[in-house]
């Protein structure tokens, strides 16, 4: 009976105590659930192929890196068409924050593009991507599209 005329003096009372007492004791009753990017790196090297690569039209290719640029010794694209017998290297700059290569088929014979990137540390690392399972070097490997032929074929499977 003490209970029920408290309560009803103050019917806050309850969630008040309720409150207080998760608040004395935060971890006894919460379930510990990490966060999927808990602990989770940024890769060191990021790049993202273009959806698809026009045979007349120039298009970047841009990397991303994760490491002080005091501590970068050269960062490089490894190339070639299927005309190509090796790969051609081209140093590449920074510029807005990501180290870019403008490919131009226009200047090159073929009907697609391999490439990867390598990334030469001072302290002698080398880091690259991308990487196969096996952790050799997988080049990207992007066929070069008629932009006429291809917004055809997308108009027609919009329809």
Do not use: C, W
């Not at 640029?69 to 140093?91: L, R």
């Not at 009907?111 to 690392?125: A, D, G, H, K, R």
């Amino acid at each position: 009976m003490r209970l029920r005329t408290i309560l009803s003096a103050n019917p806050y009372l309850m969630l008040y105590v309720v409150v207080l007492f998760f608040i004395m004791t935060p971890n006894m009753h919460a379930i510990e659930i990490p966060d999927s990017t808990y602990r989770t790196k940024a890769p060191l090297l990021l790049h993202k192929p273009p959806k698809v690569m026009f045979d007349d039209r120039p298009t970047l290719l841009q990397l991303f890196v994760n490491i002080p640029d005091d501590s970068i010794k050269a960062v490089s694209i490894f190339y070639k068409t299927n005309e190509m017998s090796i790969f051609q290297e081209i140093q590449l700059d920074k510029r807005k924050g990501a180290f870019t290569y403008k490919f131009d088929p226009g200047k090159q014979n073929g009907n697609s593009l391999s490439y990867f990137f390598i990334v030469q540390q001072l302290e002698n690392s080398v880091h690259a991507t991308p990487l196969g399972d096996s952790g050799k070097i997988k080049p990207y490997n992007q066929p070069l599209v008629d932009a006429i032929e291809y917004y055809e074929k997308r108009l027609k499977s919009l329809q």
